[in-house]
Every structure is written in C-alpha cells, then in structure tokens.
C-alpha cells in the first residue's frame, strides 16, 4: 500500500477600486456648467433659460473631473481548503487474467466566499451604480474509492463509487450524494479496443450563485417583443418605436434555495489502431441531468413573457408563471408609447428540472513519414449533437433544443482538422474548425420556430425563420526549439479575418448571434516557453 496525506489551499484575494461619478457632485456640474440658474417647472420639469451647449462639448480639465468623481472601492476574498488521504495498491489480490488493483480518497474541508459591497454603493450614492453583497461557507467531506480488474485477459472491469456531504449550502441544511461509475473494456485484438461506462454524478452549485445578494444593472440592446407585437404588429421590430435596443434596468440576486445538480450517463465506443500511424475512434453518449443550475436568460424571459402573454404559450404552466413574475410592467395606458412598458426585469440563478443530451464524438488520425523532410500528422475530429431536450419546471412540457430555435439556437455539428509538418526544430500546425448551421433570429421568435408563418411589413420587408450559413474559422501555430530548454511559438487566430456568418432577419447591430459568436478578427501573438534547472540526467 502507498500511502498520500496532505493540504490543500487554494485563495484569492481582490482588491478592486473603481473611479465614478457621485450622484450629488455630478448633478450639481452639469447643471452649474451646462444648464445655468432654474427658472422654474413644466408638469414637473426643471425649465433652464438658455443652457450653454458649448460647455457640454468642451473638454473637461483634470480638476473638474476630480470635483464629481469617487472611489467605489471592495475587497473580496474566496477559498477552498481540504485534508487529503489517498491510498492505493495495484495488486491487492490476483485473478487468472491479472492483479486487482485499488485506490482511495478521504476528504475533509470547507469552501467561503465573501464579496462586500461599498458603503456609499449600497446607500445609491454613485450614479447608476449597483453591486453584488454576498458572503457564507459551507464544510465538506467526501470517500472515493475505485478498483480495476482483469476479468478475462480480453476483458477489464474498472469500478469506483464515492460518497459527497456539504453543511450549510442550502436554507434548511446540507446536501449529500452518493455516486458510483462502472466501466468495461474489451479488446478482442490487439489493434481493437471496445468500450462502455455508466456513471452518476454529484456537483453542488457554486457559491456566488447560492449565496449571492441582491444587484442591479443597465443592459442595453434589450427588445420589448410584447409591446412590439401588440402595439405595432405591422412593423418590423427594428422599426418598433422605443422598445427595440432599450436599456431595461435588472435586478439580479442569489438563490439559496437552488438544489445540487445530480447526472446519470453511459456511453459506448471503439478505438481502431492496427499501427503506431492510425488511429481511428467513435463514441456515443447519452447523458442525463436534474437540477442543472442555470442563470437565466434575459432574451429568452423577455421571448417568453411575449408569447405567455400573446395566448402562444399557456400562462398557466410554470414556466410562464415565473416570465410573468419576472418582466415587471407598467399599467395599461391609451398611449402605445409607454402602455405596459417595462419597469424592470429580474433574474435568478434557478435549478432545471431536467436535460437529456446525446451525441457521438469522433475522431482520426494518420501521419506520414516523410524521410528527411519529417513528419506529416492529419487529424480530424467531429461532435453531432443527436438529441437535447430540457424541461425546465416539472410540470412543463419538454422542449426540443436542437430542433425548435425558439428554446436554443445552438450548434448541432462542430468539427476541425489540422495538418501538422515537423522537421527538425520547427513544428507548424495548420487547424480549421466548422461550427454548423444555427438559427436565424426571426426563426427564435415564435414557439413554432421554423413552421412559423413569414412576416411582411407595411414597408415590403419580409422575413422568414430559416438559418445562418455555417462559420470556418482558420488557425496556425508555428512553433521552434532554440534548445532544449528554450521554445519560441508564433500564433495566428482567424487568419482570414473572417466575421460571423451575417443574419438578415436580426435588429441589433452587428446583425449576429452574440451567443454563439464571437468578433474576434485576426490575432497574433509571440510566446517564449523557457525552462530553468531542468535536470540533464
């Protein structure tokens, strides 16, 4: 038996401060430098007489900045700490195909997370800004253990379970788990190998999310889909007057209440290798999930707020319940121009009642030796998404993620390939990665996703759900010993420059999914990897 026991510390500790204007100084500038000496009101508005324009375009002088600017300073700390024991033995007792193998983990330790808020922050003394207070610990211990064995000489068998505790996670007490994962692999020849696992899963929420107070924020480019729909149902919404791309005021808090998040999977494959140059393989999954934790989705809850509220949706289920608790509105008004306006959004982390996921994941590889001018590597990767399905209350219906772009617009098939030359100090490496067809954004905007009916506007505008074309991006790394203890790589990302695949059905500028996209252009780097005191023995 060896044996392993030690501690384990890991801390960070921030120290942010963070210049910004003070409501009063900044109100009393403006109004002094701009806008000069009240005359008196208008149906509740301050009326000036002739504010002096020409000071709001001229520069401000160092000391006048500093004459409406503060300090919004906090000092955050996290850590986790646990006392380790782990224990193994590779030959605890012997079959006719082998020795079994063991090994054991014991765990004890406990988590904090502590995040203050600024004083002058929590009593609104700095202009539109808010902030997150949240602070609590939770203690832990856990017992793993896992054996492998040799069942036939073809045949291994590897098994392993353990068991998870957390004290004052939640309101009301702890969480505790037990987990396990069975495991075969079958190697008929020597070149095949086949394979196949079930296994559970236990993962406690993290600590911001469960501990986390109350906060708020701006986000702009923010769409009104209902007042849109209602109000002007002949315009198009990037026409929609007022509610499309507003600034809607959200309030954001903790949940200590959410649940840990409990998975159950198998799985199934084959890996080819007849020689040291290939390598072929394919893996199917299937993986279920309850209790995911999951921070709401401000799009989505203003989505599907809309269709609850349209009759597309029955209000009566869980999921429009909470939509409607959280898009705070205004009161119906003659006025389409502020009538049921919205007044402010909230959002939670929220634990989903459950998600099924399944795919196959595959992959292959060659490489040519090619004499004096070294050695050529192919290799290609590809993930298909089968099936996703997320119900998010338990008496909601299922959703269809992969299929239905009113629940999700992600990718169903993501692959790459690379070349990679080496010869002798100098390795290049050339990748490309396809992310597949996702959904326009008109085709997100109706339950019905791509059976949804076109919409012509007054102006002759049409759109029609349907999706954006897919997006290949191209990488390059090249790399170069200069000894064996110094490595110069060179790095090129998106070498064509190449921008989101364009969507002619969204409102908001840049006319892309910022959730599956990013608009990286072309990017370089340098980096020197050197290594001290390695030993030359």
């Not at 996670?169 to 696992?197: H, I």
């Not at 959200?250 to 649940?259: D, P």
């Not at 070498?495 to 999914?513: L, Q």
């Not at 996209?517 to 001290?532: A, I, M």
Request: glycine content about 8%; overall charge negative.
């Amino acid at each position: 038996w060896e044996y392993d026991l030690y501690y384990s510390r890991s801390q960070t500790n921030l120290d942010d401060k963070l210049h910004w204007p003070i409501n009063s100084a900044i109100e009393n500038f403006f109004t002094s430098r701009i806008l000069g000496p009240q005359l008196g009101t208008t149906v509740g508005f301050p009326v000036y007489h002739e504010p002096n324009l020409a000071n709001l375009y001229k520069a401000l002088t160092p000391q006048e900045y500093a004459s409406f600017i503060g300090i919004d300073q906090t000092q955050s700390n996290a850590w986790t700490q646990n006392i380790n024991l782990q224990f193994n033995n590779t030959e605890v007792f012997s079959l006719p195909a082998g020795a079994v193998g063991m090994a054991g983990l014991i765990q004890v330790g406990n988590q904090a997370w502590n995040n203050p808020v600024d004083p002058n922050v929590a009593a609104g003394n700095f202009y539109g800004l808010t902030a997150t207070a949240g602070s609590g610990t939770r203690n832990n211990y856990a017992a793993a253990t896992e054996i492998r064995a040799p069942i036939l000489s073809t045949l291994t068998a590897d098994a392993s379970v353990r068991y998870d505790h957390y004290g004052n996670q939640n309101v009301g007490g702890g969480d505790s788990k037990a987990t396990y994962k069975l495991g075969l692999e079958y190697r008929p020849v020597e070149s095949l190998l086949m394979r196949g696992n079930y296994a559970t899963a236990f993962r406690a929420p993290d600590m911001a999310y469960t501990f986390g107070g109350q906060s708020g924020f701006y986000d702009p480019q923010q769409t009104d889909y209902y007042v849109c729909a209602k109000y002007y149902p002949n315009l198009a919404l990037s026409n929609c007057p007022d509610f499309q791309s507003q600034t809607v005021f959200t309030i954001h808090r903790g949940n200590s209440a959410l649940k840990s998040v409990t998975a159950k999977s198998y799985g199934f494959g084959t890996v080819w290798s007849p020689n040291s140059n290939f390598n072929a393989s394919a893996d199917y999954y299937n993986i279920r999930i309850a209790n995911e934790v999951e921070l709401q989705n401000l799009d989505q809850i203003l989505r599907t707020d809309s269709q609850c509220l349209l009759g597309n949706l029955d209000p009566t289920t869980p999921t429009c319940q909470a939509a409607l608790a959280e898009v705070v509105r205004g009161p119906v008004s003659g006025n389409a121009a502020n009538s049921e306006a919205i007044q402010n959004l909230n959002v939670l982390p929220i634990n989903i009642a459950n998600e099924h996921v399944s795919g196959i994941v595959s992959s292959l590889k060659y490489s040519f030796d090619l004499g004096r001018w070294g050695n050529l590597g192919l290799q290609s990767q590809y993930n298909v998404t089968l099936t996703h399905r997320a119900q998010q209350y338990p008496d909601d219906p299922t959703n269809d993620l992969l299929h239905n772009p009113f629940y999700s617009s992600e990718f169903k098939t993501i692959a790459n390939a690379s070349a990679t030359w080496t010869i002798d100090k100098f390795s290049g490496t050339l990748i490309a990665t396809r992310f597949g067809r996702t959904p326009n954004y008109y085709a997100g905007l109706d339950p019905a996703g791509y059976a949804a009916p076109c919409s012509t506007t007054a102006q002759g505008y049409t759109s029609c759900p349907g999706t954006v074309a897919p997006w290949i991006l191209y990488n390059a790394t090249l790399t170069y010993g200069v000894t064996d203890d110094i490595t110069l790589t060179g790095a090129v990302n998106n070498i064509r420059n190449k921008m989101p695949p364009y969507d002619s059905t969204a409102v908001n500028y840049a006319y892309y999914n910022l959730v599956n996209y990013n608009p990286y252009g072309r990017s370089y780097w340098l980096e020197v990897d050197w290594r001290f005191g390695r030993s030359k023995g």
